[in-house]
């Protein structure tokens, strides 16, 4: 007779393997991003801060927001802004409601930029995620992640891991 622990330990199994199977075709997915990535102007990561931009209302964002996007550390992202800064691809300005904050903006040029670099790289994502699957399951897919990133670190009460009172883990 299957008890209420043996029923945890085998919803966490299941979890752990999804996990490792998102993960892993995460990880090949975005390698061979990579390496067919159109590289001539704007560099992978450079590209994701210009991606990131082009979301944003005015395509401009803090700092701040814009390295919570990235997964990238706020040095890093620095960097990545100064160079693409040093190319008229984004510029930098002063945050008129908080002196020490800083705006990262897309320039006419940077999206213009950003446009010919995804176009390219748009057909690379279709062949890479599209190829084994149809477009319910691509569509699929899309539900299932967007449950996934909406619903990570929070319970069912909307609170974060870090927000709730620590709970005793069994291995």
Avoid at 16 to 35: D, G, I, K, P, S
Avoid at 38 to 54: A, M, R, T, W
Avoid at 84 to 98: N, W
Avoid at 113 to 136: F, K, M, P
Wanted: proline share 4%; charged share 25%; with cysteine.
């Amino acid at each position: 007779m299957a008890t209420v622990d043996d029923a945890r330990r085998s919803d966490k199994a299941t979890a752990v393997a999804a996990w490792e199977a998102l993960f892993r075709a995460q990880v090949t997915v975005m390698r061979a991003l990579n390496a067919d990535f159109p590289g001539g102007e704007i560099s992978f990561n450079e590209y994701d801060v210009c991606f990131n931009l082009s979301t944003q209302p005015g395509r401009r964002c803090r700092m701040r927001d814009l390295t919570g996007h990235l997964l990238l550390t706020q040095p890093s992202v620095s960097r990545l802004v100064e160079r693409l800064a040093s190319r008229g691809i984004v510029e930098k300005q002063p945050d008129p409601s908080d002196a020490r904050g800083v705006i990262v903006a897309l320039t006419p040029h940077g999206f213009d930029v950003y446009r010919s670099v995804a176009v390219q790289h748009a057909q690379t994502i279709a062949e890479q995620v599209g190829a084994g699957l149809d477009d319910d399951e691509l569509r699929t897919l899309t539900e299932l992640c967007t449950k996934i990133r909406t619903t990570a670190g929070s319970g069912t009460d909307g609170r974060t891991r870090r927000d709730r009172p620590t709970e005793a883990v069994s291995a």
